[in-house]
């Protein structure tokens, strides 16, 4: 089933039907008990919205956290490694992808986050910015992996790369993350064959397009929750990126007007525009 937050409050998706949903409050249907179940009870009891497609997809957020895993892939691996290695921050990476800890960072609050449809931003004082397309886990106030939905951490590479303790600025700004279009409500873990497919579109043509699948994801989703729920509350729960394994070369960068397209199967396409910070 896939959940979607809208201008005119939650939906759920079975089978090509919607269902509206008679509790508004976004941060009441994430800390439900069962939400499988309950979203289950609806679409075998109610009856199908005819509204749903004159609301406008919102970002699938309330009021959690947005946190992200690094360095979870190979690829980024290597190219975290190369873009810090003029700063002496290399080795930090190799040895992070390596070690039992991941590495987790704070990625956005809900303000600064992006629905489907809207912009996404690069830094005014950045000249290397990309996407980095992730499954992003859905996880209740109990710990618990409810939910997967798209995300998109925007990241300045040459701020991260100049110094490794930059990476707050490279990663949390104004505009700095997408999510959608819709969270999948799943009791079973997606499989690993999963694709995750990013396009970037520029004057009408695909600039740069990459794909990878889950199989290639380092770590385990549970242990990412389980490092991030150490000693850390989440009471109306949170969203954790799971890192990227597609990296556009060196050579390119974002520029205003492009438009990057996020694909991951069974959740849907989660499609911005990319304009300049002011």
């Known amino acids: 089933m896939k959940l979607y937050r809208t201008s005119n409050g939650p939906y759920v998706e079975e089978a090509g039907s919607y269902f509206h949903l008679p509790e508004p409050s976004w941060d009441a249907l994430v800390t439900h008990d069962d939400l499988h179940g309950y979203l289950l009870s609806i679409v075998n009891k109610g009856e199908p919205a005819k509204d749903f497609l004159m609301a406008k997809i919102e970002a699938p957020i309330g009021n959690q956290e947005v946190w992200a895993a690094g360095v979870t892939y190979y690829r980024s691996r290597s190219a975290r490694m190369d873009e810090s290695k003029t700063a002496g921050g290399g080795d930090f990476y190799d040895r992070v992808y390596s070690a039992e800890r991941p590495e987790l960072f704070f990625k956005s609050t809900p303000h600064r986050v992006a629905g489907p449809g809207e912009n996404v931003r690069i830094r005014k004082d950045s000249s290397w910015s990309v996407p980095e397309p992730e499954l992003t886990l859905l996880i209740n106030h109990c710990g618990q992996i409810i939910g997967y939905t798209a995300g998109n951490d925007m990241s300045s590479r040459d701020i991260e790369g100049e110094n490794?303790?930059?990476?707050?600025?490279?990663?949390?700004?104004?505009?700095?993350?997408?999510?959608?279009?819709?969270?999948?409500?799943?009791?079973?873990?997606?499989?690993?064959?999963?694709?995750?497919?990013?396009?970037?579109?520029?004057?009408?043509?695909?600039?740069?397009?990459?794909?990878?699948?889950?199989?290639?994801?380092?770590?385990?989703?549970?242990?990412?929750?389980?490092?991030?729920?150490?000693?850390?509350?989440?009471?109306?729960?949170?969203?954790?990126?799971?890192?990227?394994?597609?990296?556009?070369?060196?050579?390119?960068?974002?520029?205003?007007?492009?438009?990057?397209?996020?694909?991951?199967?069974?959740?849907?396409?989660?499609?911005?525009?990319?304009?300049?910070?002011?």
């Open 164 to 278: 490794p303790l930059y990476l707050p600025q490279a990663k949390v700004y104004d505009g700095s993350c997408a999510l959608g279009p819709c969270v999948l409500i799943d009791r079973e873990p997606l499989p690993t064959s999963t694709p995750i497919s990013l396009e970037i579109v520029r004057d009408g043509r695909s600039e740069f397009s990459g794909a990878t699948t889950l199989a290639e994801l380092k770590r385990a989703p549970a242990t990412l929750v389980e490092y991030l729920f150490r000693d850390n509350s989440f009471p109306f729960g949170a969203f954790l990126m799971t890192g990227t394994g597609i990296v556009p070369p060196n050579s390119f960068t974002l520029a205003s007007g492009d438009r990057i397209r996020i694909t991951i199967d069974t959740i849907g396409t989660l499609e911005n525009e990319v304009v300049q910070g002011s």
